[in-house]
T-cell receptor, first 112, second 110 residues
Framework: EPEVTQTPSHQVTQMGQEVILRCVPI?????FYWYRQILGQKVEFLVS????????KSEIFDDQFSVERPDGSNFTLKIRSTKLEDSAMYFC??????????FGQGTRLTVV | GQNIDQPTEMTATEGAIVQINCTYQ??????LFWYQQHAGEAPTFLSY????GLEEKGRFSSFLSRSKGYSYLLLKELQMKDSASYLC???????????FGGGTRVLVKP
């Protein structure tokens, strides 16, 4: 079964540092997403990406966040200057047809 | 905007049946998803409903009533490994993003 792949699985970074989270979506899918889940809280939408541009973003997705699809396969989320409250699980997801919406295994980001 | 409600926690006995309800109010509707999530892991796709009615997939079934803004996930013949959070998510009309409810933590007891 095709799957969404995320790297790294864990990332520890110092406050103020930049991090890049990577995702390889399912190859024939068209819509790509980043979500985050703070420990014990709900899964929150960050941003959606379609046709090589952002199609929607949430209030959480402020100027410190950016997304790219640099080479047609990888899909990255960059956090420019991390804050303690950015500590969370970050999930990449991709959607193909109407019924397929799959999540990667996530990156656990810890900001210290 | 989107508002999705589901109970916080449910407890059931191994071998029994549990029904997890989800109600939603959304500005558009393009399908409802159920996911299972074990602690520290990613959501795993369980089911998708876009038309009214019941979708059955093995021990899991999902029901949708669009007019009532209501869905449920039915778990039959509960097993200990079914102890997890179950997430209801709605796809709105635009952009195809999924908006999640807070999740229902199901504890299966022997």
């Amino acid at each position: 079964e095709p799957e969404v792949t995320q790297t790294p699985s864990h990332q520890v970074t110092q406050m103020g540092q930049e991090v890049i989270l990577r995702c390889v979506p399912i190859s024939n899918h068209l819509y790509f997403y980043w979500y985050r889940q703070i420990l014990g809280q709900k899964v929150e939408f960050l941003v959606s990406f379609y046709n090589n541009e952002i199609s929607e973003k949430s209030e959480i997705f402020d100027d410190q966040f950016s997304v790219e699809r640099p080479d047609g396969s990888n899909f990255t989320l960059k956090i420019r200057s991390t804050k303690l409250e950015d500590s969370a699980m970050y999930f990449c997801a991709s959607i193909g047809g109407s019924t397929e919406a799959f999540f990667g295994q996530g990156t656990r980001l810890t900001v210290v | 905007g989107q508002n999705i409600d589901q109970p916080t926690e449910m407890t059931a006995t191994e071998g029994a049946i549990v029904q997890i309800n989800c109600t939603y109010q959304t500005s558009g509707f393009n399908g409802l998803f159920w996911y299972q999530q074990h602690a520290g892991e990613a959501p795993t796709f369980l089911s998708y409903n876009v038309l009214d009615g019941l979708e059955e997939k093995g021990r899991f079934s999902s029901f949708l009533s669009r007019s009532k803004g209501y869905s449920y996930l039915l778990l039959k013949e509960l097993q200990m490994k079914d102890s997890a959070s179950y997430l209801c998510a709605v796809r709105g009309a635009a952009g195809n993003k999924l908006t999640f409810g807070g999740g229902t933590r199901v504890l299966v007891k022997p």
